[in-house]
């Protein structure tokens, strides 16, 4: 029973049952319509026939008619009327008697005119004369059930037959009489029955082979598939997502099936998730770095999480504030009360006090948990431990004020600067020993104002990009303008980035260095007195000896030729100007050098430096050789500090070869000092090289130091090298030494060239 239950219950059932009902109702109309049409050709078929045959037996006794023949009439009838079917043949004269019949007993009987043969045409007055062909058909039914059909059809008046003795007064009629053919039914309704059979057989046979086509095709194709995939849903509500519903069709069933699979492995990764994600969660909520609890309405904390768990130790069922605080009533102010009464997130801070006396302290935030119909039927419990935040916050005020007396107390000037504009933001107390100003003239301004006007435009980009900053030049409140140094880093102040700007004042130690280097100046100068002297002898005597000349001349009162007075005038005015250059240039370099740069050709400082020592050179029989660079850029410089560099340089050369050559001539050897200039990666480079005693390598490493010096005593200050090394680095050079002893040193002098530099940086180092 269950099963006959679901079979009716399903799917194909119905389409059957229903497809079922259709096609019967198709087939039973077609059945239907096709009987009736058959019936209605086979009734006219033998219509046509019963009235060919009328008009055969009226054209058959037409000629017996006109002869009044009635014997031959009677016979003509009642011969016709022995084929098969026929029942009746009669022939009415106008007054409706029968005048011939194939049943005798009828002959010279009078009809009705209005029985059913005669009312086709006798219901109207006058009488039709034309009527119907179906309208003169009847259909009647005898005794013993049989069928008729019978047919009137007129036998009109024609002229031949006013001419007889039997219709002379019948002229002007139209009709004379009527023929009636009667004819039974019964093969045509045979017939008719037999067709309808067949025709009903088809149609069974008809539905129930297609049902059965159709009924396998439902359970092949539809059934079958559905039960499958049901299968296959049923076991992916079961969880058991490795069944896969196998329909290898490209249909709509199989498309159905392969969603259904691709909705199973989705279901299946999404199961997946989800219960990774209830992993995680659960994970999240035991293992969550904070206190977490979930409340009834009542206080009672219905779940906690570990850290809840191992902090307190609670019990199923205590109230919160006993959990928390160990205490029997609730506290005044419920952030979990709040959100019962609102269904809003609330925060609060709460506090409580150890068995040890020490405060704990710790934020509360509470959420609603809400079912489907949107009530508050919980909620949960959020608490951060800020214990060691509040600690750390009193230790951080403690730091920050002992950085800020630091920060006052630091010997040296301390800036700090917004990065975008350079606005001093704070500084410490230092700034007022150092530059004058008292803290409150200088947090607000910039820190450019400390900066002479014309050097103010390239440093914004030289303090953000450069970490430190040398022998910049600044103006104290009295407009005295000092020397710093300056180191910058990056910060932060107040939550925004910042730069530390300390700043060490130098101006005495310049003042010292430039005393000393202007002392090292005038030993050269005095080292170097012989040989001026020498130079200024030279261009002394050719005087002397032209103004002796001349005195001559004029005592003797002798007369000078205008070409030798032109000579001498020349002369005297050349040897003037050299001896003058010479006086100048020592002059220039004896004075006190400012520190600044300044585009200069290191080759016109080389040669200039050379000038000093051509004639001395001569005289000493070293030879120098040039080989400059004539395409060298300019570098940014002072040329006659730089010259300084180039005569200690110099002078160290030609004691080293003059060294060598005390100690015993080398022979083939000549006394050679190189002096070179080229590029060298980029940098503007120039050597001097000598073929002297060379440096040991244990010294090497001292060259540089302050005092250090391989000279004899009285020959040397060892302020020399010192000097030359500070200057170069001021310049941001190099200098090096390359060595071999016995051989000769070469000092090889290294800087960059001046379009390294931005014009940023040109303004700035004009300072």
Same mark, same amino acid.
């Given at each position: 029973?269950?099963?006959?239950?679901?079979?009716?219950?399903?799917?194909?059932?119905?389409?059957?049952?229903?497809?079922?009902?259709?096609?019967?109702?198709?087939?039973? *109309?077609?059945?239907?319509?096709?009987?009736?049409?058959?019936?209605?050709?086979?009734?006219?078929?033998?219509?046509?026939?019963?009235?060919?045959?009328?008009?055969?037996?009226?054209?058959?006794?037409?000629?017996?008619?006109?002869?009044?023949?009635?014997?031959?009439?009677?016979?003509?009838?009642?011969?016709?009327?022995?084929?098969?079917? #026929?029942?009746?043949?009669?022939?009415?004269?106008?007054?409706?008697?029968?005048?011939?019949?194939?049943?005798?007993?009828?002959?010279?009987?009078?009809?009705?005119?209005? *029985?059913?043969?005669?009312?086709?045409?006798?219901?109207?007055?006058?009488?039709?004369?034309?009527?119907?062909?179906?309208?003169?058909?009847?259909?009647?039914?005898?005794?013993?059930?049989?069928?008729?059909?019978?047919?009137?059809?007129?036998?009109?008046?024609?002229?031949?037959?006013?001419?007889?003795?039997?219709?002379?007064?019948?002229?002007?009629?139209?009709?004379?009489?009527?023929?009636?053919?009667?004819?039974?039914?019964?093969?045509?309704?045979?017939?008719?029955?037999?067709?309808?059979?067949?025709?009903?057989?088809?149609?069974?046979?008809?539905?129930?082979?297609?049902?059965?086509?159709?009924?396998?095709?439902?359970?092949?194709? &539809?059934?079958?598939?559905?039960?499958?995939?049901?299968?296959?849903?049923?076991?992916?509500?079961?969880?058991?997502?490795?069944?896969?519903?196998?329909?290898?069709?490209?249909?709509?069933?199989?498309?159905?099936?392969?969603?259904?699979?691709?909705?199973?492995?989705?279901?299946?990764?999404?199961?997946?998730?989800?219960?990774?994600?209830?992993?995680?969660?659960?994970?999240?909520?035991?293992?969550?770095?904070?206190?977490?609890?979930?409340?009834?309405?009542?206080?009672? /904390?219905?779940?906690?999480?570990?850290?809840?768990?191992?902090?307190?130790?609670?019990?199923?069922?205590?109230?919160?504030?006993?959990?928390?605080?160990?205490?029997?009533?609730?506290?005044?102010?419920?952030?979990?009360?709040?959100?019962?009464?609102?269904?809003?997130?609330?925060?609060?801070?709460?506090?409580?006090?150890?068995?040890?006396?020490?405060?704990?302290?710790?934020?509360?935030?509470?959420?609603?948990?809400?079912?489907?119909?949107?009530?508050?039927?919980?909620?949960?419990?959020?608490?951060?431990?800020?214990?060691?935040?509040?600690?750390?916050?009193?230790?951080?005020?403690?730091?920050?004020?002992?950085?800020?007396?630091?920060?006052?107390?630091?010997?040296?000037?301390?800036?700090?600067?917004?990065?975008?504009?350079?606005?001093?933001?704070?500084?410490?107390?230092?700034?007022?020993?150092?530059?004058?100003?008292?803290?409150?003239?200088?947090?607000?301004?910039?820190?450019?104002?400390?900066?002479?006007?014309?050097?103010?435009?390239?440093?914004?980009?030289?303090?953000?990009?450069?970490?430190? &900053?040398?022998?910049?030049?600044?103006?104290?409140?009295?407009?005295?303008?000092?020397?710093?140094? &300056?180191? /910058?880093?990056?910060?932060?102040?107040?939550?925004?980035?910042?730069?530390?700007?300390?700043?060490?004042?130098?101006?005495?130690?310049?003042?010292?260095?430039?005393?000393?280097?202007? *002392?090292?100046?005038? *030993?050269?100068?005095?080292?170097?007195?012989?040989?001026?002297?020498?130079?200024?002898?030279?261009?002394?005597?050719?005087?002397?000896?032209?103004?002796?000349?001349?005195?001559?001349?004029?005592?003797?009162?002798?007369?000078?030729?205008?070409?030798?007075?032109?000579?001498?005038?020349?002369?005297?005015?050349?040897?003037?100007?050299?001896?003058?250059?010479?006086?100048?240039?020592?002059?220039?370099?004896?004075?006190?050098?400012?520190?600044?740069?300044?585009?200069?050709?290191?080759?016109?400082?080389?040669?200039?430096?050379?000038?000093?020592?051509?004639?001395?050179?001569?005289?000493?029989?070293?030879?120098?050789?040039?080989?400059?660079?004539?395409?060298?850029?300019?570098?940014?410089?002072?040329?006659?500090?730089?010259?300084?560099?180039?005569?200690?340089?110099?002078?160290?050369?030609?004691?080293?070869?003059?060294?060598?050559?005390?100690?015993?001539?080398?022979?083939?050897?000549?006394?050679? /000092?190189?002096?070179?200039?080229?590029?060298?990666?980029?940098?503007?480079?120039?050597?001097?090289?000598?073929?002297?005693?060379?440096?040991?390598?244990?010294?090497?490493?001292?060259?540089?130091?302050?005092?250090?010096?391989?000279?004899?005593?009285?020959?040397?200050?060892?302020?020399?090298?010192?000097?030359?090394?500070?200057?170069?680095?001021?310049?941001?050079?190099? #200098?090096?030494?390359?060595?071999?002893?016995?051989?000769?040193?070469?000092?090889?002098?290294?800087?960059?060239?001046?379009?390294?530099?931005?014009?940023?940086?040109?303004?700035?180092?004009?300072?």
């Amino acid at each position: 029973m269950q099963r006959i239950f679901h079979i009716y219950k399903s799917l194909s059932f119905r389409l059957l049952f229903w497809f079922g009902i259709i096609l019967l109702a198709s087939i039973a *109309a077609w059945v239907f319509f096709d009987i009736r049409v058959q019936r209605q050709k086979v009734l006219e078929n033998t219509i046509a026939g019963v009235e060919r045959l009328g008009n055969t037996i009226r054209l058959g006794t037409h000629y017996a008619m006109m002869l009044n023949s009635r014997d031959d009439i009677s016979r003509i009838t009642e011969k016709v009327a022995t084929q098969k079917g #026929i029942k009746r043949i009669r022939i009415y004269n106008k007054e409706g008697r029968v005048k011939h019949s194939n049943v005798r007993e009828e002959v010279e009987k009078t009809t009705n005119i209005m *029985a059913v043969a005669c009312h086709v045409c006798h219901k109207q007055s006058p009488p039709l004369e034309e009527v119907d062909l179906w309208q003169r058909v009847r259909i009647s039914t005898s005794d013993n059930g049989e069928r008729r059909l019978g047919l009137i059809s007129t036998i009109p008046n024609e002229p031949g037959c006013t001419s007889t003795s039997c219709h002379t007064d019948s002229s002007e009629k139209k009709i004379l009489g009527l023929l009636d053919v009667v004819v039974s039914m019964d093969e045509l309704d045979s017939e008719i029955l037999a067709y309808e059979r067949r025709i009903i057989g088809i149609g069974l046979a008809l539905f129930l082979g297609s049902g059965t086509v159709i009924g396998f095709f439902l359970v092949r194709y &539809i059934n079958h598939p559905i039960r499958n995939m049901i299968a296959g849903t049923r076991h992916i509500g079961n969880g058991e997502y490795d069944y896969e519903i196998e329909i290898d069709r490209d249909d709509e069933m199989g498309q159905l099936a392969e969603a259904i699979n691709q909705m199973r492995e989705e279901i299946a990764g999404k199961q997946l998730e989800i219960k990774q994600n209830w992993h995680e969660y659960q994970q999240l909520f035991e293992e969550a770095p904070c206190y977490i609890t979930v409340q009834g309405r009542d206080l009672k /904390i219905i779940r906690y999480n570990r850290e809840f768990a191992e902090r307190f130790s609670p019990e199923r069922g205590d109230f919160c504030y006993k959990a928390y605080k160990g205490r029997s009533e609730r506290c005044e102010i419920c952030p979990v009360l709040k959100t019962f009464e609102d269904g809003e997130p609330h925060y609060s801070e709460e506090a409580a006090t150890n068995k040890d006396g020490t405060q704990t302290y710790w934020m509360v935030k509470t959420s609603p948990i809400r079912n489907s119909k949107g009530e508050v039927i919980a909620a949960i419990e959020m608490s951060l431990d800020l214990t060691n935040l509040r600690t750390l916050e009193r230790e951080v005020q403690r730091s920050e004020e002992k950085y800020r007396i630091i920060f006052n107390t630091i010997p040296n000037p301390l800036f700090v600067l917004s990065c975008e504009h350079l606005t001093i933001l704070d500084c410490n107390q230092s700034v007022t020993a150092v530059y004058g100003f008292d803290k409150e003239d200088l947090v607000g301004t910039s820190f450019l104002s400390l900066m002479e006007g014309a050097d103010r435009q390239g440093y914004p980009s030289m303090l953000k990009d450069k970490g430190s &900053i040398d022998r910049m030049k600044q103006i104290r409140k009295d407009g005295t303008a000092i020397f710093v140094n &300056i180191r /910058i880093a990056n910060s932060e102040y107040s939550g925004r980035k910042v730069f530390l700007v300390t700043t060490s004042d130098i101006t005495a130690r310049l003042l010292a260095e430039q005393q000393l280097i202007q *002392a090292s100046k005038m *030993a050269t100068l005095g080292e170097m007195a012989t040989g001026m002297a020498h130079e200024l002898n030279q261009p002394l005597s050719v005087i002397k000896t032209a103004c002796g000349f001349l005195n001559r001349k004029v005592i003797r009162d002798e007369p000078i030729e205008r070409d030798i007075l032109r000579t001498m005038s020349q002369e005297i005015d050349s040897h003037v100007d050299r001896a003058s250059k010479i006086i100048n240039h020592m002059r220039e370099f004896g004075r006190k050098s400012e520190v600044s740069k300044e585009k200069t050709q290191i080759n016109q400082v080389l040669i200039k430096s050379l000038d000093f020592f051509q004639q001395q050179l001569k005289l000493r029989e070293i030879e120098v050789v040039l080989d400059l660079d004539s395409n060298l850029p300019l570098i940014w410089a002072d040329a006659n500090r730089l010259e300084q560099v180039f005569i200690n340089l110099l002078i160290n050369a030609r004691d080293a070869i003059e060294r060598k050559w005390e100690e015993g001539r080398p022979e083939q050897e000549t006394k050679r /000092i190189l002096l070179k200039t080229s590029m060298e990666e980029g940098m503007v480079s120039a050597s001097i090289t000598d073929n002297g005693t060379g440096i040991p390598g244990a010294i090497l490493d001292k060259l540089f130091e302050p005092f250090f010096t391989t000279k004899k005593a009285g020959k040397g200050t060892g302020l020399g090298l010192s000097i030359s090394y500070g200057i170069v680095s001021d310049y941001d050079g190099t #200098i090096n030494v390359k060595t071999e002893e016995g051989k000769g040193s070469s000092f090889i002098v290294r800087f960059p060239t001046g379009s390294e530099s931005s014009e940023d940086d040109e303004d700035a180092a004009r300072g």
